[in-house]
């Protein structure tokens, strides 16, 4: 059974770094593209970075980009989110969800990603 699991995320001010971790089981990331999406309270969830199952493709969103860096290990089997240059605007439970859609493109949009997991919760505050 395919699951993900998320981890890493908490309480950071402004300006500082968290990075959070999807472990993946029942399926080999090299085989499954990973996103990560997030979602603020009152708000749509928005995708925010993807790698390919190939590892050779990412994406950002435009908001995030230069600030946050997607990473895998693939002995572990986890995906990663590095976040930096927080800012308030970065509250949001924190997704990562696996897609089989294609191999070497990785997508932000919601529709391509079939197994989600439970999220992480991250909170940008002073």
């Known amino acids: 059974q395919l699951q993900l699991v998320e981890s890493g995320g908490g309480l950071v001010q402004p300006g500082g770094s968290l990075r959070l971790s999807c472990a993946a089981s029942?399926?080999?990331?090299?085989?499954?593209?990973i996103g990560w999406f997030r979602q603020a309270p009152g708000k749509e969830r928005e995708g925010v970075s993807c790698?390919?199952?190939?590892?050779?493709?990412?994406n950002y969103a435009d908001s995030v980009k230069g600030r946050f860096t997607i990473s895998r290990d693939i002995a572990k089997n986890t995906v990663y989110l590095q976040m930096d240059s927080l800012a308030p605007a970065d509250t949001a439970r924190y997704y990562c969800?696996?897609?089989?859609?294609?191999?070497?493109?990785?997508?932000?949009?919601?529709?391509?990603?079939?197994?989600w997991g439970q999220g992480t919760q991250v909170t940008v505050s002073s």
């Open positions: 969800a696996a897609t089989s859609a294609v191999f070497s493109l990785c997508f932000l949009a919601q529709i391509h990603y079939n197994d």
């Open positions: 029942g399926f080999a990331l090299d085989s499954y593209g």
């Open positions: 790698i390919s199952a190939s590892g050779g493709s990412t």
